[in-house]
């Protein structure tokens, strides 16, 4: 589902999953790739640590090689950010 021109997230050397930021075409911001970052690191085994690794990269660098084991890609132009893992705060109120 991610266009070429969405940006693909991993944590650098550290088993865990990766995040898709769908930029609808925008200009990626840079609170916008620390919060994605900051995401996908929450989402490895790197949870507990601070100053975690997170590679990214446009999804059109992302490829996966033919017969590699599931969850297995090649990456190039990537760029590396170093976040705490969180998630998001909400913005949105409960109603009660």
Do not use: C
């Amino acid at each position: 589902m991610a266009g070429s021109r969405d940006y693909w997230f991993h944590t650098k050397d550290i088993h865990g999953t990766h995040v898709i930021l769908f930029t609808e075409g925008r200009e990626l911001t840079e609170t916008a790739i620390f919060d994605a970052a900051a995401i996908a690191a929450y989402h490895s085994k790197g949870r507990a640590s601070e100053n975690v690794p997170v590679d990214y990269t446009q999804v059109k660098y992302v490829k996966k090689p033919a017969g590699a084991k599931p969850g297995m890609v090649i990456f190039t132009n990537n760029r590396t950010v170093y976040v705490t893992p969180k998630l998001p705060v909400s913005t949105e109120s409960s109603s009660q």
